[in-house]
């Protein structure tokens, strides 16, 4: 809802020296579905456009107020109400962005002749909108990642990807002066253990068989691994170990339980999806818009 707000709130600054338009007669310039659009309505919509900073203009103006009748239409049909609350609140939120108090306000757009109700029939249109398009959007598959590859691609960013591991860390313990007959006896054990390993979920009862090996579950916290066990770890494949290596903890072997390929330009993947998003949104209220506007009955005077 703010970013309906916020273009009209930037320019509310000069509300106090934009004349008030000429009054002049009433007439019927159009209907959406038997109800009518006034020249006053047209002159109150081309005032909130001109301190809206839009380029003002009568066919501007009528077509404005014509999609927001076949808006408020398509809310009625549908069971969407806009509680008068929630439209004073968004009225106030106006106010609040330009530093006025809500008399303030009013004053404000009464001098540049626009009547306070005219705005915020403005703000329910507004309103019942952004909610037809909630639902809208909801039935509309979203942006895949097929999309977002060839908009990266498009952009002349590269896609990338990056291994991510759940790991097992299974030390063969040895103590600090253990000799080199033991650290062999150890690396041998541990060798034989890598040949007969069957997987993650039963390296707790090969191990319990062994004397001294303990099994420790890292998950996906590779960093724990000195630089030689993360290499390792690219030339090893799901479901197998790294070679043996001695540490200052006894021998080890790494366990790859998993591997996932994962965005590695995570980053530039969420940009570029919002992007699509937001164009995405674009479209379905242009195609939506065109819809009730095909099957609305609209007459022009």
Do not use: H
Request: glycine fraction near 6%; proline fraction near 3%; charged fraction near 20%.
């Amino acid at each position: 809802m703010r970013r309906f707000l916020r273009p009209l709130a930037i320019v509310l600054a000069a509300l106090l020296i934009v004349p008030a338009g000429n009054a002049f007669a009433i007439t019927i310039v159009a209907t959406v579905n038997g109800v009518p659009i006034t020249s006053y309505d047209v002159e109150q919509r081309v005032a909130l456009q001109r301190i809206s900073g839009q380029t003002p203009s009568n066919s501007s103006a009528t077509n404005e107020l014509i999609d927001e009748l076949v808006q408020l239409g398509e809310a009625i049909r549908l069971g969407v109400n806009v509680p008068q609350s929630q439209i004073d609140s968004a009225f106030a939120s106006i106010a609040g962005q330009v530093q006025m108090s809500l008399s303030q306000f009013n004053d404000a757009l009464r001098q540049s002749g626009i009547e306070p109700e005219s705005l915020k029939r403005r703000l329910q249109a507004q309103i019942a909108w952004a909610v037809l398009m909630q639902n809208r959007i909801q039935i509309n598959p979203g942006v895949r990642q097929d999309d977002v590859t060839a908009a990266l691609l498009a952009q002349g960013r590269q896609t990338e990807t990056v291994r991510e591991y759940r790991l097992q860390q299974i030390i063969f313990v040895i103590p600090g002066d253990a000799s080199a007959a033991v650290v062999n006896q150890r690396r041998s054990e541990a060798e034989a253990f890598r040949q007969r390993f069957a997987g993650c979920d039963g390296a707790l009862a090969q191990a319990a068989a062994l004397r001294g090996v303990v099994v420790v579950d890292i998950g996906r916290n590779a960093s724990r691994l000195n630089q030689a066990q993360r290499d390792a770890l690219e030339t090893t494949q799901a479901g197998r170990t790294t070679r043996p290596e001695r540490t200052s903890q006894g021998i080890e072997v790494i366990a790859v339980c998993s591997i996932t390929e994962v965005a590695g330009n995570e980053a530039a993947r969420v940009d570029i999806t919002n992007q699509l998003i937001i164009q995405r949104g674009e479209q379905i209220g242009e195609d939506y818009l065109a819809e009730l506007r095909a099957r609305a009955i609209i007459q022009r005077f």
